[in-house]
Each structure stands twice: as structure tokens, then as C-alpha cells.
């Protein structure tokens, strides 16, 4: 099973910032096969990137992701006050599927 | 729109069992692999299953291998998670969640709202 470490577990951030989260896989994620959700209270997760750095549909072009083997990044590069929420990492290329802890991007 | 309805969820005593069902409306159901994706209160998420368009797939959780099975109804854009041998630790919001590849394996795009299945004498 791989393993995701997601850090840090809190981001205290003002809007405009950058916020910069990581995603560690104990194990190399084969054809970096690794997903950013967005949650926020109440709701469903959101997909916002697919295969480590594709967005998905409708999601705005602040959100980036990048990496690969082992390390991945999630950036927003300015946040807007709709961002603060919780944000996990999945990975899916094999079975069992695993998610991040997560990581909490709340205002300073 | 793409749109995905759990049901089914509740209260039932340890050791017991529950049939969880997503119905979805508004895309070609079998051409979507689906899954299950559960949230115990104020935790993190846990991937429980996946199967492909067709049901001929299906993977497990290590967590809820040979207690849970998932199966579908493509004539009825139905997907279903029986659960058995309910645990404590089984507590959750259960999350249906669909992608637009047959293959069970991938990132899910479009999610249910959820349905809370609490395991509690």
C-alpha cells in the first residue's frame, strides 16, 4: 500500500497568498497517477487536478500541480477567499487506492 | 449535468448489515467507473471500493475486504455497497463518486452529496 504524508498539516494564509502544499508517497506513484481534492465543510470533495498536473474541468488556473515519483505540489498562486477548505491527495494507479491526511488552508 | 443520489444509509447495530445505493442521472452510466469513498466524523478520507463500467472489476479496501461488496445495475444507472459485519469503526459519510472511464481504476470527477451509515448499539 502507498502511503501519503500530506504537510504541512495547517496553512495559515492571508488572500493574495501563496500557499504551497505537499504530498509525500512512501513508494514511487507509477505514471504519476496522483489527484488534488478540495473539501470544504459540509461538502462533497471537489477534483481539482488529475495525473499530478492536469486540471479538471471548470477549475481556475490559479491551482496548479506539479511532481512526480514520490513528490508532488499543489500551488494556488493567489488565494481567493473561496480557497480556504481542506485538501487531500490520492493516489489511484493500483489497488488499494490511498488518500492523504490532508492539509487545512485557513485565514491568518 | 451529471448528478449522483446516495441512499440507504442509518443507524444499525454492530454486526449488522446495510445496502447503500447512488443513483445516477444525467450521463451514460456504463461508461463510468464508479466508487465508494467514506468519511468517519471529522476525519479524512478513505477509499472503500471501485468497479468498472462494465462490473466485471471490482477492488477493495483492505479495511472492508470480504465484508463489503460493491456491485451495479447498468440498466438501472443504479451502484450499490452492500455492507456486512458492520463495525464501530465502520461509522461514516459514505461519498458515491463516478469518473468518465470504464476503467474502475482513476480520479473521480463528479461526486454525491453522501449518506451517514453510524454503526452504535
Known amino acids: 500500500e502507498i502511503v501519503l504524508t500530506q504537510s504541512p498539516d495547517t496553512l495559515s494564509l492571508s488572500p493574495g497568498e501563496r500557499a504551497t502544499l505537499s504530498c509525500r508517497a512512501s513508494?514511487?506513484?507509477?505514471?504519476?497517477?496522483l489527484g488534488w481534492y478540495q473539501q470544504k465543510p459540509g461538502q462533497a470533495p471537489r477534483l481539482l487536478i488529475y495525473?499530478?498536473?492536469s486540471r479538471a474541468t471548470a477549475v481556475p488556473d490559479r491551482f496548479s500541480g506539479s511532481g512526480s515519483g514520490t513528490d508532488f505540489t499543489l500551488t494556488i498562486s493567489r488565494l481567493e477567499p473561496e480557497d480556504f477548505a481542506v485538501y487531500y491527495c490520492?493516489?489511484?494507479?493500483?489497488?488499494?487506492?490511498?488518500f492523504g491526511g490532508g492539509t487545512k488552508v485557513e485565514t491568518k | 449535468e451529471v448528478q449522483l443520489l446516495e441512499s440507504g444509509g442509518g443507524l444499525v447495530q454492530p454486526g449488522g448489515s446495510l445496502r447503500l445505493s447512488c443513483a445516477g442521472s444525467?450521463?451514460?452510466?456504463?461508461?463510468?467507473?464508479m466508487s465508494w469513498v467514506r468519511q468517519a466524523p471529522g476525519k479524512g478520507l478513505e477509499w472503500v471500493s471501485s468497479?468498472?463500467?462494465?462490473?466485471?472489476?471490482?477492488y477493495y479496501a483492505d479495511s472492508v475486504k470480504g465484508r463489503f461488496t460493491i456491485s451495479r445495475d447498468n440498466s438501472k444507472n443504479t451502484l450499490f455497497l452492500q455492507m456486512n459485519s458492520l463495525r464501530a469503526e465502520d461509522t461514516a459519510v459514505y461519498y458515491c463518486?463516478?469518473?468518465?472511464?470504464?476503467?474502475?481504476?482513476?480520479?473521480?470527477?463528479?461526486w454525491g452529496q453522501g449518506t451517514l451509515v453510524t454503526v452504535s448499539s
Open positions: 463518486a463516478a469518473r468518465p472511464r470504464v476503467g474502475a481504476l482513476g480520479a473521480s470527477d463528479f
Open positions: 444525467g450521463f451514460t452510466f456504463s461508461n463510468y467507473a
Open positions: 468497479i468498472s463500467g462494465s462490473g466485471d472489476n471490482t
Open positions: 513508494q514511487s506513484v507509477s505514471g504519476n497517477f
Open positions: 495525473d499530478a498536473s
Open positions: 490520492q493516489h489511484y494507479g493500483r489497488s488499494p487506492l490511498t
